[in-house]
C-alpha cells in the first residue's frame, strides 16, 4: 500500500511536472514572441531616431536658407531705397532742369521779341539811311552846314549796328544753351526710364522672394508639426518599450521561481 501511495504521488507529481513544463514551454514561447516584438520595437525606435536627426538636419539647412534669404531680402530693400532716392533726387533734377528750360525759353522769347525790335528798328534806319542818301544830292550844298547832324546820325548807325552783333551773339549763346538743356533732358528722361525699369523688375524679385520665403515657412512650420508628432510618437514608444522591459522582467523573476521550484520538484 504504501508503493502504492507513492505510485500514485509519483504519477501526480509527473502529471504536475508535465503541466508545469507544458506551462514553461508556453511562457517561452510568449518571452520569444516578446523578444521579437521588443527587436521590432526597437529597430522602430532606430528608424524613427534616424529619421528625427535627418528631419533635424533638413530643418537646421532650411533655417540657414532662410537666413540667407533674410540677409538677401534686407540687401534687397536697401537697394530699392537707395534707387528710390536716386529717382528722387533724379526727378528733383528733372524739375529744375524743365525749369531752367524754361526759364531759358522765356528768355529767348524775350531775345527774339528784342531782336525783332531791333530789325524793324534797323529797317527803319536802312530806309532813313535811303532817304537820307536820295537826299544826298539835293543836301550837298547844306553839307558843311549839316555835317554834325550826318555825323550823329552815323554814330547812331554804328552804335545800332554794334548792338544788332551783340544781340544775335547773345541769341545764337541762348540757341546753343537751349540746345544744351534739351539734350541734357532727353539723357535725363532716358536714364529716369531706365531707373524707373529697373525699380519694377527689384519690386518684381522681391515678391518673388517673399512668396518663396513663405511657401518655405509654411513647409517649416509643416515640418516642426511632423516633428513634434514624431517625438510624441518616440516618446510613447520608449514607453511602451519601459513597459515590456518591466513585463520581461516580472517573467524573469516568475521564470526564476519556477525554476527553482521545478529544481526542487525535481530533487524530490
Known amino acids: 500500500s504504501t508503493i502504492q501511495k507513492q505510485r500514485r504521488e509519483l504519477h501526480l507529481l509527473i502529471a504536475e511536472l508535465k503541466d508545469r513544463d507544458k506551462e514553461l514551454n508556453d511562457m517561452v514561447a510568449v518571452h520569444q514572441r516578446q523578444l521579437i516584438a521588443w527587436e521590432d ?14 528631419l533635424n538636419s533638413e530643418l537646421n539647412k532650411r533655417n540657414e536658407i532662410i537666413k540667407s534669404l533674410t540677409k538677401r531680402l534686407k540687401f534687397l530693400e536697401s537697394q530699392q531705397n537707395d534707387s528710390k ?28 521779341e528784342k531782336n525783332q525790335s531791333l530789325h524793324c528798328s534797323v529797317l527803319e534806319l536802312s530806309a532813313k539811311t535811303g532817304q ?71 519690386k518684381d524679385d522681391l515678391c518673388e522672394k517673399m512668396k518663396e520665403n513663405n511657401k518655405q515657412q509654411e513647409e517649416i512650420t509643416h515640418l516642426k508639426q511632423e516633428n513634434g508628432s514624431l517625438r510624441n510618437e518616440l516618446i510613447l514608444t520608449v514607453e511602451k518599450a519601459k513597459r515590456k522591459d518591466q513585463l520581461l522582467q516580472f517573467a524573469k523573476s516568475k521564470q526564476a521561481r519556477t525554476d527553482t521550484e521545478l529544481s526542487s520538484l525535481r530533487q524530490v
Do not use: G, P
Open 41 to 54: 520595437d526597437r529597430q522602430k525606435i532606430l528608424t524613427l531616431a534616424e529619421r528625427c536627426n535627418l
Open 85 to 112: 532716392i536716386t529717382f528722387e533726387n533724379t526727378q528733383q533734377k528733372f524739375k529744375e532742369l524743365s525749369q531752367k528750360v524754361t526759364d531759358a525759353t522765356v528768355h529767348c522769347e524775350a531775345l527774339e
Open 132 to 202: 537820307l542818301q536820295a537826299r544826298e544830292q539835293e543836301l550837298l550844298t547844306m553839307l558843311k552846314l549839316k555835317d554834325e547832324a550826318i555825323l550823329e546820325t552815323t554814330d547812331h548807325i554804328t552804335e545800332f549796328t554794334s548792338k544788332f552783333k551783340k544781340l544775335e551773339n547773345a541769341l545764337r549763346a541762348a540757341k546753343m544753351e537751349e540746345f544744351s538743356l534739351n539734350k541734357e533732358k532727353k539723357d535725363l528722361q532716358l536714364r529716369l526710364k531706365e531707373l524707373i525699369l529697373e525699380t519694377n523688375k527689384l
